[in-house]
């Protein structure tokens, strides 16, 4: 069992930047993808981005491509979502999540990671 947890969502400006951290427990946290979904109001669930085990490879939806950047800290048992230029329709509750599949690259699909944590508040004003 994975336990997740996000921190650092806030209100923001439009034009400013977060960064989101996630904590993982357990001992095998290199072994998971981790990804960042996020969910506004009447909305499904959306992909943002994915890392690899090791963080060599990162994967973005092209809503936040160029502009969020996802890296991990295994010694940490962390992943990071660095989010810059934020925009009024970036406001959401964001979530990290743990896929322990053997697939060559991390899914962006949301009902194929396993864990996932509370969720964190982001919310940029216009």
Known sequence: QVQLVESGGELVQAGGSLRLSC???????????MGWFRQ????EREFIAAISRSGGSTYYADSVKGRFTI??????????LQMNRLKPEDTAVYY??????????????????????QGTQVTVSS
């Open 71 to 80: 890296a991990r800290e295994n010694a940490k048992n962390t992943v990071y």
């Open 23 to 33: 904590g993982a427990s357990g001992r095998t946290f290199s072994s998971y993808y």
């Open 40 to 43: 506004a109001p009447g909305k």
């Open 96 to 117: 990290c999540a743990s896929d322990a599949s053997r697939t060559l690259v991390p899914s962006r699909r949301a009902g194929d990671y396993d864990y996932w944590g």
